[in-house]
């Protein structure tokens, strides 16, 4: 294929994200949409309906990253009242409490370290390096909190098991708005897996290489595409795909998939091995620039190939309608009939 640096074209016909919430609310939704579709009539189902009274998982699909708006440094106060629609149905004053207290319970059992994120932010992802075949725990960019580990600790508590700190997950409830957000999280390949470069912009694998954390793009943020942020561009969903309007194609789709079966606790592995795959088409004929100093430490342009639309089209479309199938089908794995 022709490597072209990204042509004018895309330029123009790029979307620039709302928000950097990943996936953007309405691809949560679309996954909780999904499964809540899928679940109807089954004893998971039931099991969702009785935990979450009127809510849905599309509803509470948003909810860990509503909670982002609680500010540890300004005594747990929610600070982003009325800047995100998905958010408002949990900004009663209850509601703002038990946000608070979600991240009072999930803030610093971690330990982060300096330049660290609080602990229920680093539960959205992992890091991997794309040049691994397979998620691994102890490869450089995953840790025993991060997306894999968030989605086995919410798994537990939803088996009435014991959940592994750092974990402080309340109760099956709060389990089950975690793990709907986490598991549209896991199928974002960018949440998953990370280009590393060295100063050059060629790719490094930070487990074979010495190298720090100033090679790590952070899942995209640290590179520059004419669209903006590449994570970003990742994180939003096509405007087709926006209010769930193709929520009912997607469903179909999700109905006709082959799932791999395996353990529960086997499960949110085998899709980051999946969202590792899919990010070399993420990455696929894309080109690096030599690195310059960036809000990240270093920061890289990316040139993408000509078409890179169909592709980001076609692989976020696979990764929604696979996120929802795969939600249900832990659900039921839990509460099977
Ligand atoms: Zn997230």
């Known amino acids: 294929m022709k490597k072209i640096l990204l042509s004018i074209t895309l330029l123009a016909s790029c979307t620039l994200p709302q928000s950097s919430f990943a996936w953007g609310a309405d691809g949560h939704q679309t996954v909780g949409a999904i499964a809540d579709a899928l679940l109807v009539g089954t004893k998971a189902g039931a099991q969702v309906k009785?935990?979450?009274?009127?809510?849905?998982?599309?509803?509470?699909?948003?909810?860990?990253?509503c909670v982002k708006g609680i500010a540890p440094d300004k005594d747990f106060a929610y600070t982003s009242t009325g800047r995100y629609a998905e958010c408002i149905p949990f900004e009663t004053a209850s509601g703002i409490a038990a946000m608070a207290d979600y991240v009072k319970r999930n803030n610093d059992a971690c330990h982060p370290g300096p330049g660290e994120e609080s602990c229920h932010k680093q539960y959205h992802y992992a890091d991997v390096s794309l040049q691994h075949a397979h998620y691994q725990t102890g490869y450089t960019g995953t840790s025993d909190h991060d997306v894999v580990h968030a989605i086995q600790a919410a798994a537990l508590v939803l088996q009435d098991k014991p959940q592994p700190a750092p974990f402080n997950i309340k109760d099956k409830a709060e389990a089950l708005a975690l793990i709907t957000h986490f598991i549209g999280d896991i199928h974002q390949p960018l949440h998953v897996a990370s280009a590393f470069l060295d100063?050059?912009?060629?790719?490094?694998n930070p487990d074979e290489v010495a190298h720090d954390q100033h090679n790590n793009t952070v899942g995209g943020n640290a590179l520059q595409c004419p669209c903006g942020n590449f994570h970003a561009l990742w994180d939003d969903v096509p405007v087709q795909f926006k209010h769930g309007r193709m929520n009912t194609m997607l469903t179909k789709k999700a109905r006709t998939l082959k799932l791999v079966s395996a353990p529960i606790d086997a499960l949110p592995v085998l899709w980051a091995d999946d969202a590792i795959s899919d990010a070399t088409r993420v990455f696929g004929g894309a080109q690096f620039s030599k690195s310059t100093v960036g809000q990240y430490g270093n920061s890289w342009s990316i040139g993408l190939p000509l078409e890179y639309e169909k592709t980001?089209?076609?692989v976020k479309e696979d990764a929604l309608a696979r996120a929802g199938a795969h939600l249900a089908q832990l659900l039921q794995a839990i509460w099977p009939e």
């Open 199 to 204: 100063a050059d912009g060629k790719l490094i």
């Open 312 to 314: 980001m089209l076609s």
């Open 50 to 65: 009785a935990l979450l009274g009127d809510a849905t998982l599309e509803k509470m699909s948003v909810w860990a990253d």
